[in-house]
């Protein structure tokens, strides 16, 4: 059974920086493609930024200079570093894990994604 629990979310004023960890349990074969998703209240669930199984990375428009998606594969585990927060960040974020139907980022809605528990971050003017 594969688990993904996120980490690092929390409030902060704009122009801050917050770190999201993501750790996977469980057997997956590598290399693997992961990403993060955020969901603002009343809003879908839109791609911030995917890492596939060479490690290259693709950001949303909206975030491009700002985030930065990594992965320690010996921990098993996806970060996040969010840095310049904006209020229009705020939301929930979520971490997934994409087990067939290719890499490319935002992963499609398809049931081929293993979804985390989510982390909020709220981010004040």
């Known amino acids: 059974q594969v688990q993904l629990v996120e980490s690092g979310g929390g409030s902060v004023q704009a122009g801050g920086s917050l770190r999201l960890s993501c750790v996977v349990s469980?057997?997956?074969?590598?290399?693997?493609?992961m990403g993060w998703f955020r969901q603002a209240p009343g809003k879908g669930r839109e791609g911030v930024a995917g890492?596939?199984?060479?490690?290259?990375?693709t950001y949303g428009d909206s975030v491009k200079g700002r985030f930065t998606i990594s992965r320690d594969n010996a921990k098993n585990t996806l970060y996040l570093q969010m840095n310049s927060l904006k209020p229009e960040d705020t939301g929930m974020y979520y971490c997934?894990?994409?087990?067939?139907?290719?890499?490319?980022?935002?992963?499609?809605?398809?049931?081929?994604?293993?979804w985390g528990q989510g982390t909020q971050v709220t981010v004040s003017s």
């Open positions: 997934a894990q994409r087990w067939r139907g290719g890499c490319s980022f935002p992963f499609a809605f398809d049931g081929n994604n293993r």
């Open positions: 890492i596939d199984s060479d490690d290259r990375a």
């Open positions: 469980g057997y997956i074969s590598s290399p693997y493609c």
